[in-house]
């Protein structure tokens, strides 16, 4: 993507790297670039989930979400997504480098989450995939403390009839299709 220039590498997945990235002619903005490793570009299967995860990002607007800024394809037909960059670490990190959390905090990035989930639930949009590593914790400007942030939402699933759509507010079709018996999850954090 000719608009911005990737810095570094953030982080790396079974299906995608992370990287951080600023826009070429705004130096102050800062982007997160997911893009699917190009083994996988020609998986029907995985282009159409990395596809619903830019649709899901799309659909979500709570501030205890990461925000989609753009997406598309390279010029080799590598997909991408542009999301905000979070300046923060992850919930798990910080339990393992700070110990247990105040009663207060953990109040107040249970609330955070929680936030972000019904708005994703009230969307039809299942995570799949929460757990501490999903979860930033942002010192955001005018805040006291830190903001719980959900990412990653590449297994999400878009709920209701099978043969109804969900449709975002441009009117893109999201279909979420999974075989009734594939599990799709961190297995430490999946609900029973």
Do not use: W
Not at 88 to 95: E, H, K, M, T, Y
Request: proline share 5%; charged share 25%; glycine share 8%.
């Amino acid at each position: 993507a000719g608009r911005y220039r990737v810095e570094r590498l953030l982080g790396r997945g079974g299906f995608a790297e992370v990287y951080l990235a600023r826009h070429v002619e705004i130096s102050s903005l800062k982007v997160a670039i997911k893009v699917l490793h190009p083994v996988h570009r020609e998986r029907a299967v995985i282009l159409r989930r990395f596809r619903r995860e830019a649709g899901v990002l799309g659909l979500l607007r709570n501030r205890h979400t990461v925000r989609l800024i753009d997406f598309g394809s390279t010029e080799d037909e590598t997909p991408y997504l542009v999301m905000e960059y979070v300046e923060g670490a992850p919930l798990d990190r910080v339990i393992r480098q700070q110990g247990p959390m105040r009663d207060s905090d953990v109040a107040r990035v249970a609330i955070g989450t929680l936030k972000a989930l019904a708005e994703a639930h009230d969307l039809g949009v299942v995570h799949r995939d929460l757990k501490p590593g999903n979860i930033f914790l942002v010192n955001e400007p005018g805040e006291t403390h830190p903001v719980a942030r959900v990412l990653d939402f590449g297994i999400a699933k878009v709920m209701g009839d099978p043969d109804t759509d969900v449709r975002s507010a441009a009117g893109s079709v999201l279909v979420a299709k999974t075989r009734t018996d594939a599990v799709f999850c961190t297995p430490m954090y999946a609900a029973p």
